[in-house]
């Protein structure tokens, strides 16, 4: 059996009996078997660890964090079904609008949710990728939660790295800056070292995603080497990253080969 397989079981047999599983470990539990759906391209995975995250919202004392986590889910959710191709453009509409609808209720809840504001920034973001008509609308939307999440936690690491994807994904008529977004993926990868979660039901998602982008930024600007150092660092961090290793690195790889081809 692969290690992914292995891993996806593990977490499957956390959930199995979740009647008797408090919230807090099912939110936990969540978390690991979103994880192992992301690395191992699963989506049967991300719908199961949706489905755990949803039944911590009776507990409301946590459901300002179900509600985080079950966007977080409809968000990857939404990620994996665009990567796979264009007819999966309304299923993954559907699900930014289920991200966003979850976290406006976790911001409801704890008006001072950082992590939440953040990821509905990105959120309107992707909704505007899938229709530009909205951005008008969205756009404005999208700046107000990111400027919330800053003043909230200026120096939490995913906010910086949703403030650096925006900057680096947007024209620079509309604000956005290659540039801003690079030195964005670089004091992420710097507040991502530092950071030492200390509650399991905190996010902690983000470090080597950030290398991810940091990688995409070098290639860019056509610093090839640094971009694969940037992807390897992904790697590092997590080597089941099956973005960088199935897509980032194959596409890095093809562009080292033309520039050589294009220098002889």
């Known amino acids: 059996m692969s290690r992914f397989l292995l891993a996806l079981a593990f977490v499957f047999s956390l959930a199995a009996p979740a009647f008797a599983q408090s919230s807090d470990s099912l939110l936990v539990s969540g978390k690991q078997m979103l994880r192992a759906g992301e690395n191992g391209g699963s989506l049967d995975a991300m719908y199961a660890a949706k489905a755990t995250f949803e039944r911590t919202l009776a507990d409301t004392s946590l459901a300002a964090w179900g509600h985080y986590y079950i966007a977080l889910a ?76 800053v003043q909230l936690a200026p120096d939490n690491p995913r906010v910086v790295l949703c403030t650096a994807i925006r900057d680096f994904n947007t024209p620079g008529m509309f604000g956005g800056s290659k540039e801003k977004g690079l030195r964005g993926f670089q004091r992420a990868a710097e507040l ?48 089941d990253f099956s973005w960088v290793k199935n897509v980032l690195l194959p596409e890095l790889e093809k562009a080292v080969e033309k520039h050589e081809q294009d220098r002889e």
């Open 74 to 149: 409809d968000y990857r959710i939404a990620d994996y079904l665009l990567a796979e191709g264009e007819e999966n453009k309304g299923a993954a509409s559907e699900h930014l609008k289920a991200t966003v609808e979850h976290l406006k209720e976790a911001t409801e809840i704890d008006p001072q949710a950082a992590e939440a504001y953040s990821l509905l920034s990105s959120a309107y973001g992707r909704q505007i990728g899938l229709n530009s008509i909205k951005g008008m609308v969205l756009g404005r939307r999208a700046q107000k939660a990111l400027k919330k999440a």
């Open 192 to 239: 991502f070292a530092q950071e030492e979660p200390s509650d399991p039901i905190q996010p902690a998602w983000g470090h080597s995603r950030t290398y991810a982008w940091l990688g995409l930024a070098y290639q860019d600007r056509g610093e090839l080497a640094l971009a694969r150092a940037a992807f390897a660092k992904a790697l590092a961090i997590n080597p």
